[in-house]
Nanobody, 121 residues
Framework: QLQASGGGLVQAGGSLRLSCAASGRTFTTYGMGWFLQAPGKEREFVAAISWSGGATYYADSVKGRFTISRDNAKNTIHLQMNSLKPEDTAVYSC????????????????WGQGTQVTVSS
């Protein structure tokens, strides 16, 4: 029901735009989040956006570089990733939580499959 796309290989300093398209249900009343998981590590919070789009939250490591947005008319969220660093390399997944925007991944109700982001130095 959540389909992430837009990952790829990019050089350090470059940009990528991830998208997460929802289908099968309307996620307009859901907070949406992006999480990353690097090999051998736990899933980490990246960014989240409230159901209205009026509130956004970011991990300290991505503040000023990443921007989360949503288009409720298209049931889609985006993650604009600028000034990418090699340490941003991970699988990025989107998730939905009814009404709220927690930063703990285990609180989310729905998950999409991940998209690989690789940043070369």
């Amino acid at each position: 029901q959540l389909q992430a796309s837009g990952g790829g290989l990019v050089q350090a300093g470059g940009s990528l735009r991830l998208s997460c398209a929802a289908s099968g249900r309307t996620f307009t009343t859901y907070g949406m989040g992006w999480f990353l998981q690097a090999p051998g590590k736990e899933r980490e919070f990246v960014a989240a956006i409230s159901w209205s789009g009026g509130a956004t939250y970011y991990a300290d490591s991505v503040k000023g570089r990443f921007t989360i947005s949503r288009d409720n008319a298209k049931n889609t969220i985006h993650l604009q990733m600028n000034s990418l660093k090699p340490e941003d390399t991970a699988v990025y997944s989107c998730a939905a939580h009814y009404k709220r925007v927690p930063q703990r991944p285990d609180f989310y109700d729905y998950w999409g499959q991940g998209t690989q982001v690789t940043v070369s130095s």
